[in-house]
């Protein structure tokens, strides 16, 4: 785990004992107890079975779920203590890019990835964005890092669920995010593509110390390229470490019969660092 001390700055999050629920109060708690600390600049793999509550954390990490017991610091503060335009204001500081991007079928993808620059644009510009793309350069750019730069005049409605994925986290690197939440980025992408996108979002982060935290099926591409590693599994972290300390059988008490997603077929095999799934 890394200090707030290595990198300059206080922890982007702050965690103590966090409940959350959804809205049927009377299921068990989506996630439970938990604790966690996350360096400005930090970049940390959220893995675990289906169900495990990743999505959750992340939308809890995004300003988007309010807790119902516990400690929840972003940036140093509590968003949900704060007025309203301030909480807003919080979250122009985040970037979350769910695994389905909700971006309008009929627009243009050029469109879509420049959405990232209305926080920081008058609504004049947005408007005339919407008939003139202010900067198609800059969406060219971004798409063209995830291999997408042939689709930046195509209609959203016309991608492929993977090039979908790919348009949104596009849009995210045209944010000014200083923490950015990918939930599941790899899911419809083949092993090339997820390796370029992985690499990707991580120099994106270390360029701009940004916090990156990615939930991920691949464990093996959690283990090969975040340097830590957080564990869920029904709602409550069961382990959190560096990724040299995680063991096989870790991964293999952690899925209990489901086994991770592989970035390759032949990373089914078992290997010496992780035998289920030979699985961020």
Same mark, same amino acid.
């Given at each position: 785990? +890394?200090d %707030?001390?290595?990198?300059g700055?206080?922890?982007?999050?702050?965690?103590e004992h966090?409940?959350v629920r959804?809205?049927?109060?009377?299921?068990?708690?989506?996630l439970r107890?938990?604790s966690l600390? *996350?360096?400005? /600049?930090?970049?940390?793999? *959220?893995?675990?079975?289906?169900g495990?509550g990743?999505?959750?954390?992340l939308?809890v990490?995004?300003?988007?779920h309010?807790?119902?017991?516990g400690?929840?610091?972003?940036? /140093?503060?509590?968003?949900w203590?704060?007025?309203?335009?301030q909480r807003?204001?919080?979250r122009?500081?985040?970037?979350?890019? $769910?695994?389905?991007p909700?971006?309008?079928?009929? +627009?243009?993808?050029?469109?879509a990835?420049?959405?990232?620059?209305l926080? +920081?644009?008058?609504?004049?510009?947005?408007?005339?964005?919407?008939v003139?793309?202010?900067?198609?350069e800059?969406?060219?750019?971004a798409?063209?890092?995830?291999?997408?730069?042939?689709?930046?005049?195509?209609?959203?409605?016309?991608l %492929? /669920?993977g090039?979908? +994925?790919?348009c949104?986290?596009?849009?995210?690197?045209? %944010?000014?995010?200083q923490?950015l939440?990918v939930?599941? $980025?790899?899911?419809?992408?083949?092993?090339?593509l997820s390796?370029?996108t992985?690499?990707?979002?991580?120099?994106?982060a270390?360029?701009?110390?940004?916090?990156?935290?990615? %939930?991920?099926?691949q464990?093996?591409?959690?283990l090969?390229?975040f340097?830590?590693? *957080?564990?869920?599994?029904?709602?409550?972290?069961?382990?959190?470490? $560096?990724?040299?300390?995680?063991?096989?059988?870790?991964?293999?008490?952690?899925y209990?019969?489901?086994?991770p997603?592989?970035?390759? $077929?032949?990373?089914?095999a078992?290997?010496?660092?992780?035998?289920? /799934?030979?699985?961020?």
């Amino acid at each position: 785990m +890394q200090d %707030s001390s290595t990198t300059g700055a206080g922890p982007t999050y702050r965690l103590e004992h966090l409940t959350v629920r959804h809205l049927a109060a009377a299921q068990a708690p989506a996630l439970r107890d938990i604790s966690l600390t *996350v360096a400005q /600049g930090e970049q940390v793999a *959220v893995i675990g079975p289906s169900g495990a509550g990743k999505t959750t954390l992340l939308a809890v990490l995004a300003c988007a779920h309010r807790p119902a017991d516990g400690v929840f610091q972003a940036f /140093g503060q509590d968003p949900w203590a704060l007025p309203e335009a301030q909480r807003h204001r919080l979250r122009a500081r985040l970037f979350l890019a $769910p695994q389905t991007p909700p971006l309008p079928p009929r +627009q243009r993808v050029v469109t879509a990835v420049l959405a990232a620059r209305l926080p +920081q644009w008058s609504l004049w510009r947005a408007l005339v964005s919407l008939v003139k793309p202010a900067d198609p350069e800059a969406a060219w750019q971004a798409l063209a890092r995830f291999n997408l730069g042939d689709k930046l005049y195509a209609r959203v409605d016309r991608l %492929s /669920g993977g090039e979908r +994925q790919r348009c949104g986290l596009a849009r995210l690197l045209l %944010s000014s995010a200083q923490a950015l939440l990918v939930d599941e $980025p790899l899911s419809a992408l083949d092993p090339a593509l997820s390796e370029l996108t992985v690499a990707t979002l991580r120099q994106e982060a270390a360029q701009r110390n940004a916090t990156l935290i990615c %939930s991920l099926h691949q464990v093996d591409l959690a283990l090969a390229h975040f340097p830590r590693i *957080v564990a869920l599994r029904d709602g409550r972290i069961v382990f959190d470490l $560096p990724r040299e300390q995680v063991t096989a059988e870790m991964v293999t008490a952690l899925y209990q019969g489901e086994l991770p997603a592989a970035s390759t $077929p032949a990373a089914a095999a078992p290997t010496s660092r992780v035998a289920v /799934g030979a699985c961020f």
